[in-house]
């Protein structure tokens, strides 16, 4: 069919066209005829490199998940103070999410089509270790009265939760508010700010509590 290197280009023009897609119209909106069409190539061709539009999906997708948890392990086994820790943590979710928005749209199809492939994929990332690791560093921030007490799994569910919300439900939002996406990611960058302001207020000890106490 054709040379490897002209296969290569072939394959990752497929790949960029098949990612614009899914970003725009998600994974249920966008067809192996919509990508073949935008890449130039034909629905035969797509399906000889990629088998399926899922398997495509999920190529895309394990991509931009191994980004985002390699960034994040960075950010969480690193030496920082916890609450640089924590504005370093939640600008990264938002820079890799800007970048790699396939990430929400997966998990959303994830959730209502496969929830026991997500799960399991999200297991072979091995987050245990890092809930461990953020769980002992909240301890020992909780002795030195850094933070007030805080359950680990809240404190990681607030995160994932806050950050996620506004790409998952991007298209719906822009529906809704009628603005374009550009006005919407400037809308997204200023409520980054707002996440770390609100996750850290929300973690720094009742300075009354505190005097009371003494």
């Known amino acids: ?109 994830e959730v209502s089509l496969n929830p026991e492939a997500l799960t399991q994929r999200i297991k072979n990332k091995n987050p245990f270790s890092s809930f461990s690791k953020i769980e002992a560093r909240i301890h020992e921030e909780v002795k030195k009265g850094v933070i007030k007490e805080t359950p680990a799994a809240d404190f990681l569910l607030n995160i994932l939760s806050l950050c996620m919300f506004p790409f998952l439900f991007g298209n719906m939002a822009m529906t809704l508010l009628e603005i374009p996406r550009n006005t919407y990611d400037s809308l997204i960058a200023s409520h980054e700010k707002y996440v770390i302001q609100f996750v850290t207020n929300a973690l720094k000890p009742n300075i009354n509590n505190t005097e009371n106490a003494q």
Do not use: C
């Not at 002209?6 to 990752?12: G, N």
């Not at 030496?79 to 929400?104: C, M, R, S, V």
């Open 1 to 109: 069919m054709f040379n490897t290197e002209d296969s290569h280009i072939v394959k990752e023009k497929i790949l960029k066209e098949a990612q614009d897609l899914f970003i725009r119209n998600g994974y249920r909106g966008t067809s192996v005829r919509d990508i073949a069409k935008a890449s130039g190539t034909n629905v035969a061709m797509v399906n000889y490199y990629f088998r399926s539009k899922y398997n495509l999906f999920e190529i895309i997708f394990e991509e931009a998940m191994d980004v985002l948890t390699s960034r994040i392990l960075e950010t969480i086994n690193s030496d920082l103070p916890f609450f640089e820790l924590i504005e370093t943590w939640i600008h990264t979710y938002y820079e890799i999410l800007f970048e790699y928005p396939q990430i929400a749209a997966f998990i959303l199809n």
